[in-house]
């Protein structure tokens, strides 16, 4: 892929309160920290580079990368998806080695480290008309691709009708997703997955791209560029962390920022409330209890027998409950007034 030049504006420094940092944290325009990653002019800035359009069309799709390398972190974006059909429509908000594979929004190291990359992913998968988007958690370390640790949502709101919040807060010892300063999945290191927590510097990506072969219904719906451009608006951009020179990496020189990082991912009991609300009405899968692919849980697993039983019941099959021949009936998004009670 040739590499695109960067795009560059005049800077405003803005600012956000993030929940659990108990301070406000710099908002950075477009160029102050990321460049264009691929799709010539379906990546447009608005608002004096405050917020990005990326788009995909018959032709590309599009995305951004984070100008700097990341040793832990808070990693921050509002997000209003494409609206109508957009099955097959891939959005990703994502941590990785450098690796410029389309993906949305991940962190990521897989140019620097082909072989054991690491990867935090939010990816959006888009539907059919009528249907709602469905947001997939993931997370790689040290190229574990073999062992998938999805887990997938339903969302209480219409992530198309407006801006909504979406984080992860990487730190050395665990990773935490956000929706709206709701943490939603919590991930923890254990001695057990030895190298399999992602530890190694990575950048921030934001992308959308063309996945009908698999997005939607394993890929049964695709996308129909007849609804193209398909645009995913990005803005409240916050790159909060240690950046490092991948040359010259020490740690040590991260261990302040670290600090205050494991401090900050501290989820209080109200949180915790909520994100056990948002998962027991919300989470519609979990490779932790997938009997279909794992007989026995991964090591770092921790099982809640009320997940797995909620589980068993929305998907005997899968999750090992019993198998039944009746109609499935999937839950949709739910109400606002259940919505108030994350």
Not at 85 to 92: D, E, I, L, R
Not at 101 to 125: A, P, Q, R, T, Y
Request: with cysteine.
């Amino acid at each position: 892929m040739t590499k695109l030049p960067s795009l560059f504006l005049v800077l405003t420094l803005v600012s956000v309160f993030v929940c659990g940092f108990g301070k406000r944290i710099p908002i950075l325009s477009f160029d102050e920290g990321y460049s264009q990653l691929f799709g010539d002019d379906n990546l447009v800035l608005h608002r004096d580079g405050k917020a990005v359009h990326l788009s995909l069309n018959e032709r590309t799709g599009s995305g951004f990368v984070s100008q700097d390398l990341y040793l832990h972190g808070y990693f921050s974006a509002s997000i209003k998806l494409p609206a109508d059909y957009t099955a097959g429509v891939v959005v990703a908000f994502y941590e990785s080695d450098p690796n410029p594979d389309g993906k949305l929004v991940k962190m990521s190291n897989g140019d620097m480290f082909e072989k054991n990359h690491d990867e935090i992913d939010f990816e959006f998968l888009g539907n059919i008309r009528g249907k709602d988007w469905r947001i997939q958690t993931n997370i790689y370390g040290n190229g574990s691709t073999s062992v998938g640790r999805e887990e997938r949502y339903n969302l209480w709101f219409d992530p198309a009708d407006d801006f909504h919040q979406y984080t992860i807060l990487w730190t050395d010892s665990q990773i935490i997703f956000y929706i709206d300063n709701i943490p939603i999945r919590e991930f923890k290191r254990t001695a057990a997955m030895g190298g399999d927590f992602p530890s190694k510097p990575m950048s921030l990506y934001a992308t959308i791209w063309d996945g009908s072969d698999w997005a939607t219904n394993g890929g049964k719906y695709r996308v129909n560029y007849k609804y193209a451009p398909y645009v995913a608006e990005f803005s409240d951009l916050i790159l909060h962390g240690c950046a490092v020179d991948p040359i010259e990496f020490s740690s040590k020189k991260c261990d302040t920022t670290s600090q205050s990082l494991e401090l900050s991912a501290t989820i209080t009991p109200s949180q915790r409330s909520k994100m056990d609300s948002f998962r027991r009405k919300h989470m519609t899968y979990s490779y932790c209890y997938d009997q279909t692919r794992y007989k026995v849980p991964p090591v770092e697993c921790v099982i809640n027998p009320r997940e797995a039983e909620r589980l068993k019941r929305f998907d005997p099959v899968t999750f090992g409950g019993r198998r039944h021949h009746g109609k499935r009936h999937h839950r949709g998004r739910a109400s606002r007034s259940e919505a108030d009670t994350i």
